[in-house]
């Protein structure tokens, strides 16, 4: 256990619903990162925050997708009018700067399916 | 495009043999990089980063980075059948992972 915690684990959902997942990073971490990850292949980055401010988003990423981290603690990414393409595992990361260092600790991760 | 590469194996080493992978990337303002495991349904969990030239040894872990040649690589001495796992390369500038690479060690 790293200490970041992901929920839902498992979301089951209908193409054309919203679905919103919720990321609690490491407490003293100020960086977070949204990752997607479909089977055989690595993390693809989405998005990541430095304390409540969205600092990079990908291009690749739909307008479907926003995350959001009002208060620089947890995060939450939102999935509109989902596809079945969008089925995969969402990971979320957490950081801290100033240490030199960068590693990433990785929640458990949700892993969502569109039916 | 800025890419992480990775063999996607599947790389199978005997238990006690070194198991050697590697990544290559494309950009070359590339500082930090990472290697990550991943059990099969699980998460990535960071074994190692290196930012300088040469070697970095940490236990059975070896990484080694080549900024010239662009290449960074991880050895793992006296594999264990735990050992057997997807090994991630990462780069921080872009946050790109590689693809991963499937690594069996058989008892």
């Known amino acids: 256990d790293t200490g970041v915690s992901q929920d839902p684990r498992h979301k089951i959902t209908k193409r054309g619903q919203n679905v919103t997942f919720r990321c609690d990073p490491i407490?003293?971490?100020?960086?977070l990162y949204w990752y997607r990850q479909t089977l055989g292949q690595g993390p693809e980055f989405l998005t990541y925050f430095q304390n409540e401010a969205q600092l990079e988003k990908s291009r690749l990423l739909s307008d479907r997708f926003s995350a959001e981290r009002p208060k620089g603690s947890f995060s939450t990414l939102e999935i509109q009018r989902t596809e079945q393409g969008d089925s995969a595992m969402y990971l979320c990361?957490?950081?801290?700067?100033?240490?030199?260092?960068?590693?990433?600790?990785f929640g458990p991760g949700t892993r969502l399916t569109v039916t | 495009q800025k890419e992480v590469e990775q063999n996607s194996g599947p790389l199978s080493v005997p238990e006690g043999a070194i198991a050697s992978l590697n990544c290559t990337y494309s950009?070359?303002?590339?500082?930090?990089f990472f290697w990550y495991r991943q059990y099969s349904g699980k998460s990535p969990e960071l074994i190692m980063f290196?930012?300088?030239?040469g070697d970095k040894e940490d236990g059975r872990f070896t990484a080694q980075l080549n900024k010239a040649s662009q290449y960074v690589s991880l050895l793992i001495r006296d594999s264990q059948p735990s050992d057997s796992a997807t090994y991630l390369c990462?780069?921080?500038?872009?946050?790109?992972f590689g693809a991963g690479t499937r690594l069996t060690v058989k008892p």
């Open positions: 407490s003293e971490h100020n960086r």
């Open positions: 990462a780069v921080k500038n872009d946050m790109r």
């Open positions: 950009d070359r303002g590339s500082q930090s």
């Open positions: 990361a957490s950081s801290l700067t100033g240490t030199g260092t960068y590693e990433q600790y």
């Open positions: 290196i930012y300088s030239n």
